[in-house]
């Protein structure tokens, strides 16, 4: 049996046995004390600061755990990351999707070795997928929720314009909205509305909103507020013109995206060609395909074929891409 898979391998499961102790260890006596200590020091604080962050983690519900905190110190960018969780508008942690990226590591790993794959293929193809797939299903989640946001958000802001218009200050229509409006803009508005109620102004609040949602559509909606609230004006008939833009706005999406449909369709069909050919054969004649691991030449010519893939695909990405 070679040599180097069985290192790799081996290497593999030592840092998975680690991050599993790391994860799953029981919790420190001495750091649940200090836990504890400055959970008493929050709670009787005398500065409105504290005061409203230990409201704000009341509110949110999110506490750090012992996985969230090793996932922090071995995944890349756990803050960007935290923030895309955030994004989904689900309960998800660092932790929860570090255990997400171990679990289907690992069982893809054994699955492919188990159906015949060479053990080196197996290791780096659970490598792929785990570290892929968790990041493609909050990349899902997070385009449908802010595909839902923005294709209610204009009828929020009329709601918004109306309340005005009867004579109700802005805080009390934007709770209006929250307890109205379902789906994600309602839940948004009711979050800007609880963190005002507890001392939030309201710039810091939408801009907290509008920096965890990350979409053009809430910022336009937050710059108009800041303008309005230091320039003065009519507040109602500038939101209203901002509803006419967004929804002209995501008409000329939807177009574009109508437009470009049949080559996305095309670069996928390619794209997907080679490997869809390079596995039938493999169930064929699996002995020939091994040669591809085995051979330097076909190593060469593989791995240069997927980088000429990889190019190809970024331009007919970039070409049907379009910034509105």
């Known amino acids: ?50 005061v409203v962050e230990a409201q704000m983690r009341r509110i949110t519900g999110r506490s750090a755990t012992k996985a969230d905190a090793a996932a922090m ?21 660092v932790g929860k999707y570090g255990g997400a990226t171990i679990a289907v590591f690992l069982g893809t790993m054994l699955l492919m070795w188990m159906i015949g794959l060479p053990l080196l293929l197996a290791f780096f193809l659970g490598l792929a997928l ?19 946001f923005n294709a209610k958000f204009p009828d929020a802001i009329e709601l918004l314009v109306r ?6 200050p802005i805080t009390e229509t934007m709770a209006v909205v929250g307890s109205e409006v379902a789906g994600p803009v309602g839940e948004e508005f009711r979050s800007v509305a609880d963190k005002m109620k507890i001392g939030r102004s309201m710039d810091i609040a939408l801009q907290e909103t509008a920096d965890r949602l990350g979409t053009a559509e809430f910022q336009f909606f937050v710059i108009t507020i800041s303008i309005q609230r230091e320039t003065g004006g009519n507040l109602a008939e500038t939101l209203q013109n901002l509803a006419s833009v967004l929804r002209q706005r995501g008409q000329m999406k939807l177009k574009i995206k109508a437009m470009s449909s049949e080559s996305k369709a095309s670069a996928m069909i390619i794209g997907a060609l080679p490997f ?21 030449r076909l190593i060469v010519a593989g791995g240069g074929g997927l980088i000429w893939m990889g190019i190809g695909a970024f331009i007919m990405a970039k070409m049907v891409n379009f910034e509105i």
């Open 1 to 50: 049996m070679p040599l180097l898979p069985v290192i790799t391998l081996a290497i593999g499961a030592l840092i998975t046995l680690g991050l599993l102790y790391v994860a799953l260890s029981g919790p420190s006596p001495q750091r649940a004390g200090n836990r504890r200590l400055a959970a008493m020091r929050e709670r009787h604080a005398v500065s409105p600061t504290a």
């Open 73 to 93: 110190r071995f995944l890349p960018r756990p803050e960007e990351l935290q923030k895309r969780l955030n994004m989904t508008g689900k309960n998800w942690t």
């Open 130 to 148: 785990g570290a892929g797939l968790p990041h493609f299903i909050v990349g899902f989640f997070i385009k449908r929720r802010v595909a839902a």
């Open 163 to 168: 309340g005005l218009r009867s004579g109700l």
């Open 276 to 296: 869809i050919v390079f596995i039938l054969i493999w169930f064929v004649n699996g002995a020939y395909m091994q040669n591809f691991f085995v051979d330097p």
